[in-house]
């Protein structure tokens, strides 16, 4: 299976809105609702921003949302802040018990 | 407060065994999945597999299918991670990882362990 996926990189001004995709086909991100986002400072644990395509955990601001269009989700970031610069990465149920992340995204506050 | 706490660094000779551990605290450690994930240097996520600690019932990657073993061990709520012989390819931090939901639906993690740095070389 191979990965999914995403753009290396992706950039905005503070206050910005800024939006990563992820790339699958209908065996895994078409094909079902699980989709999840994650973010990973560096040296840090990855922290789940996004689950289910558009839910978001308690403690995650709600400029964060996800969407799924077909075999591509997308995850907006709404008024960027410093502290969103940071790798972002997509995963999806893939069936067969089988889970896959994306190749990560590195987003870049100007 | 759930938590996961994982063992320290480790520093392993190709062709060593390797067992790392991740221990739950804060919830029922039998009614959730347990998921692992590998990151190697500079690199992304990779999915290894899950395995629910009730009754032992693993999934694997096809990626990781032979070359790990995951198990756990209720009575402790810890899981583990193991390897019979490593490589100098399996130098990577790993993560244990908890998922959002308990039961069925395993594919979304909201607990992350702060990952183990295994380091293989000769």
């Known amino acids: 299976q191979s990965a999914l996926t995403q753009p290396p990189s992706a950039s905005g001004s503070p206050g910005q809105s800024v939006t990563i995709s992820c790339t699958g086909t209908?065996?895994?991100?078409?094909?079902?609702?699980?989709v999840s986002w994650y973010q990973q400072h560096p040296g840090k644990a990855p922290r789940l921003m996004i689950f289910?395509?558009?839910k978001r955990p308690s403690g995650v601001p709600d400029r964060f949302s996800g969407s799924k269009s077909g075999n591509t989700a997308s995850l907006t970031v709404s008024g960027l802040q410093a502290e969103d610069e940071a790798d972002y990465y997509c995963s999806s149920y893939a069936g067969s018990n089988n889970l896959i992340f994306g190749g990560g995204t590195k987003l870049t506050v100007l | 407060e759930v938590q996961l706490v994982q063992s320290g660094a480790e520093v392993k000779k190709p062709g060593e065994s390797l067992k790392i551990s991740c221990k739950a605290s804060?919830?029922?450690?039998?009614?959730?999945?347990i998921g692992w994930v590998r990151q190697m240097p500079g690199k992304g996520l990779e999915w290894i597999g899950i395995i629910f600690p009730d009754d032992s019932d693993t999934k694997y990657s096809p990626s990781f299918q032979g070359q790990v073993t995951l198990s756990a061990d209720k009575s402790i709520s810890t899981a583990y991670l193991q390897w019979s012989s490593l490589k100098a390819s399996d130098t990577a931090m790993y993560y244990c990882?908890?998922?959002?939901?308990?039961?069925?639906?395993?594919?979304?993690?909201?607990?992350w362990g702060q990952g183990i740095l295994v380091t293989v070389s000769s």
């Open positions: 804060g919830y029922s450690f039998t009614t959730y999945w």
């Open positions: 209908s065996s895994d991100v078409g094909g079902y609702k699980y």
């Open positions: 289910e395509v558009n």
């Open positions: 990882a908890r998922p959002v939901f308990s039961g069925g639906n395993p594919w979304h993690f909201d607990y």
